[in-house]
């Protein structure tokens, strides 16, 4: 990925990798190999999108990834690195606010365990920088893919843009994009959601007095 233009992308790949472990329920979308192809198959669409978005050659963009995703046998063990990464990306949402300096130690080491290394690319577009290699694996794509992009948020727009949505129903992770940064959910629906339930807890409220 180019993190000059991509990094919608890949904060998308992040964002969307921690919520496959759901908080609350404990429910894991990401538990075998079939469940990480579909994970990549299912984000085939974004990455033409944001490709569009950065006026670059989408169907090269496209097409490379399609090819890179059908390339790679994923095994058992792929699957176990990207679950492995998933568990320090969302520290990194949960402590950014309180712990800058520390979710930056982490984001440091993982891209030292997965092996994140700038390199010159020309395939799709004016010459940019990878970290990623498709030669490398699937884990090892994903991973730095997704650490790449929470490095680029919060070097270039602040810890403040982290968010754990606050629901307590949901409690998913997401990129605070609004102007004030003070974002507390991560959808609407949530919003709506908790908006409801609040405005029921004072009617009932109201009744009792």
Known sequence: MDFTNYTSLSVRFAVDLVNTLHPVTNHDALTTKEDLLSFLTAHEEVVTMSAQEAQVDTQAVTNLYHEAVHRWQITEDDVAQVRAVRGPLRTVFERAASDQQGIAALLNEQLRLYGATPRISWHHGPLHLH??????????????????????VLCDYGADRFGICASESCRSAFIDTSKNTRKRYCSLACAHRESVAAFRARQRSSLET
């Open 131 to 152: 970290f990623e290699s498709v030669a490398d694996g699937v884990a090892h794509w994903l991973a730095v893919t997704a650490l790449m992009g929470l490095v680029v």
